[in-house]
């Protein structure tokens, strides 16, 4: 072996063994009659590169995957990447403009949708190699891509057998509109951009002497500067009173952080029991600068706690206002075109009732924050702007374009996810799909019950065109083909006429809900199709279980009339070591693949796996992935360690029929480990199976039983040698098996090596069985070696706990021992001696004075320190820590026991007080038992 352990190298070599031998490939002839085990990846973009989102989400799938592919079943996990309509869009735009090249309008929509193509086939996908390096053990052979043929075909047929049993339908609703992109975009699409004015500004009193005349260009300087962070209060006069504002009878007042939108205003409205209001209710108002006459509304939405208690109804432009107009039949009024400039000329909707003052139509075509600040300026010329203030909000912003995203009224395609929502209800209420960790069932039930429609279309030209042909009298024409929808017109119309495609694309959502059956060649009868589907497990993050996982639950139901997978893992955020959420703009973001360049993929992965507790988020820390390098080390290092000593394989090693204590404790270890890690990934904890594994072979492996071994091995019984190097060697076999989900590349390295020291090996690792029951119980073995374990560790553990100088050799004393007891000590005197750095051990009926005592298995041992280490004075310094530990922890409960600490600071500094508090407390435990051990003697 080399001397030490180079991931670069290794990790080159082992990919290309698992390409070589297709490790990954699903449906390998001597797996023809196993258990089908299937996970399909989450898509990512086909723009993308590694993030550590991916990273964790990755290791977690192939950690499943390398478990059951070992544990015999025919494992397909289906990789595949998403076409990214908007951001695919955007990546070739720029590249277009910095290439100086035509732009998108100016090539035209096929030639545009051809360089695509070209930019994919170049550039796009690079994340796929990403995954490789990170060791995923997809069946790459199935690679698939959402707008391919095969899933192009799904996406079709899905569309059209929607549409023709009114499930999918157009309709006129709000969207998420970005004005810059120009098309509808998803809420998982949208920033929201917390904003906070600065500045003030109020009326003067009507009879003020010192009353100045309104400064409108410092205003506007103001709006130039915060166009958001403010609320406007305005004053509406009511219907048939002459406006005073010194007579509040005579108008209503609202606040509104969108000036703009006002025009689009269709009514007021008023919580029913808000008393210093709800008179109003029933009356009118005249729209200021508008001259639209507009009901007051009763409605709960109006929070008589916020604001002014009157809420102005826009239902053309916000989401919430768009529900109070339905309940109260209100009329619909865009004055937004696509680009977010004022659309009021030609205008039907704006016109209808109206007499807008000239000011107000000079704005067509304004900007809108443009218009904001001139229809402020118009309010307060009137005396209808009573005063400014600033206020927190939050903004919506395009995740891509960074503009301001309009709720916006327009013509869309719809899914009636309502109806499909239903089964999806019902499939997880009854246990069919279960949520892992359970308490996401919640967020999941939440959405589904309160669905609204699913707006499916995009005003893009790169994803899949919405198969939907117009007439001449504009009928839709739904159907898989431009052949078949010419022929539904012209049995419509009795002869042939021109159709015109609709010009949408779909929502990139909508070919990904089918991912589970359109990767597996639906709408075929395909042999993968009927094998793996329904898929086992989902490894996803919680922001798309709306976005993804439900949509996949609705679509894999209503088309397969089965389940899509039967658990869904749900993981949390890696963030940065403070517990801060990782952000380029805070410039905190790790980059997997660096950590991979500078640690190797063994040691991120194991990282991840390890502090991956359900419902945590992990705190990731380059020296914690160091760490984990570490061990790593430490294993390549017993492996070498065990080279150097000839523990090679044996052929027909039988490990029941070992009878050293040492080998026969060793092994019992072992079957204990396998058991707890084979547990816990079946329960989805990975960091309990993780740190079960890791506990082994750090702990158990390299730290006692190599280091117990040594004199056997220096012997010279060649009996008890020989076992101990077979042993050894089959221990180390189990452990490569036992860590190669977690860190495959390090496992699988080992594995060709020691293949090397025995009979031929059958196979790769990566198609190695799983570690089995050794048969080996001995419980007075494990008694024996753990005693050994224990007493030591006790020992290194007092020593430290109360100073005792490292050099300093001590005596140890075994109080009224049994004889069970007596005979351990005595057979493993010298090596208790050794690693515990003793003088001598000796048996007595009492213990010595000035000495610390352990309880070991119920027994007593004392460590006479008269003249090593001065007992008094070391019973203060403990008295004084502990003393300063519970005032920091006293200082720590009294912050967190303050709500509104807890509510306002970030809350990775909340956490990171959670966590000072628990290590403190954990200090104060250790240092009370040496205390405690102290006044024992």
Known sequence: MDKTFEPASVEKRIAELWEREQAFKSGRPERAGAQPYTIVIPPPNVTGSLHMGHALNNTLQDILCRFERMRGKDVLWQPGTDHAGIATQMVVERQLAQRQEPGRREMGRDAFVQRVWEWKA?????????????????????????????????????????????????????????????????????VQVEKKGSFKWERPAVDAEDAKPLDLAALGKLLDREPSGHLYYFDYPLEGETYDAANPATFIRIATTRPETMLGDTAIAVHPENEALKHLIGRKVVLPLVGRVIPIVGDDYADPEKGTGAVKITPAHDFNDFEVGRRH???????????????????????????????????????????????????????????????????????????????????QWYVDAKTLAQPALEAVRSGRTQFVPENWAKTYFQWLENIEPWCISRQLWWGHQIPAWYGPDGKVFVE??????????????????????????????????????????????????????????????????????????????????????????????????????????????????????????????????????????????????????NFATKLWNAARFAEMNECARVAGFDPAATRLPLNRWALAELQKAVAEVTTAIEAYRFNDAANAAYRFVWNVFCDWYLELAKPVFTGSDEAEKAETRASVAYVLDAIARLLHPFMPFLTEELWEIKGQEGPRRDTILALAPWPTDAGVADPEAQAEIGWVVDIINEIRSARQEVNVPGGA????????????????????????????????ISFTVLAPGESVQLVVRGEVAALPLAGVVDIGAEKQRLGKEIAKLEADVAKIDAKLGNADFVARAPEEVVEEQRERRDDAAERIAKMREALQRLSRG
């Open 122 to 190: 170049e550039s796009g996908g690079a994340i796929v190699n990403q995954l490789k390096r990170l060791g995923a053990s997809c069946d790459w052979s199935r690679e698939r891509f959402t707008m391919d043929e095969g899933l192009s075909r799904a996406v079709l047929k899905v569309f059209v057998a929607l549409h023709k049993q009114g499930l999918i339908y157009r309709d006129k609703r709000l969207v998420n509109w970005d004005p810059r992109f120009q098309t509808a975009i998803s809420d998982l699409e949208v």
């Open 329 to 411: 039949g209100l009329p619909l009024v865009n004055v937004l075109n696509g680009e977010a400039g004022m659309l009021l000329a030609d205008n039907p909707a704006f016109l209808a009732g109206a007499a807008p003052i000239p000011e107000v139509m000079a704005l067509q075509g304004a900007d809108r924050f443009e218009a904001r600040k001139r229809i402020v300026a118009l309010m307060a010329e009137r005396g209808l702007l009573s005063k400014i203030e600033p206020t927190g909000h939050t903004v919506p912003h395009g995740d891509r374009s960074n503009v301001v995203i309009e709720p916006w009224l327009t013509d």
């Open 480 to 629: 898989e083909s431009e052949v078949a929808a010419q022929a539904a017109a012209t049995k419509h119309y009795g002869e042939a006429v021109d159709l015109k495609r609709d010009e949408d694309v779909l929502d990139t959502w909508f070919s990904s809900a089918l991912w589970p059956f359109s990767t597996l060649g639906w709408p075929d009868e395909t042999p993968e199709l009927k094998r793996h589907y329904p898929t086992d497990v989902l490894v996803t993050g919680f922001d798309i279980i709306f976005f993804w996982v439900a949509r996949m639950m609705m679509m894999g139901l209503h088309f397969m009339q089965e389940i899509p997978f039967h658990t869904v893992y749900i993981h949390a955020l890696v963030r940065d070591e403070k517990g801060a959420k990782m952000s380029k703009s805070k410039g905190n973001v790790i980059d997997p693949l660096e950590l991979v360049d500078s640690y190797g993929a063994d040691a991120l992965r194991f990282t991840l796996a390890a502090m991956a507790a359900q419902g945590r988020d992990i705190k990731l820390s380059r020296q914690r992935v160091e760490g984990y390098r």
């Open 809 to 840: 050799q001590i005596p140890l004393v075994l109080v009224g021992a049994s004889a069970e007891t007596r005979g351990r000590a005595e057979r493993w005197s010298e090596m208790i001696k050794r690693l515990a750095r003793l003088s001598d």
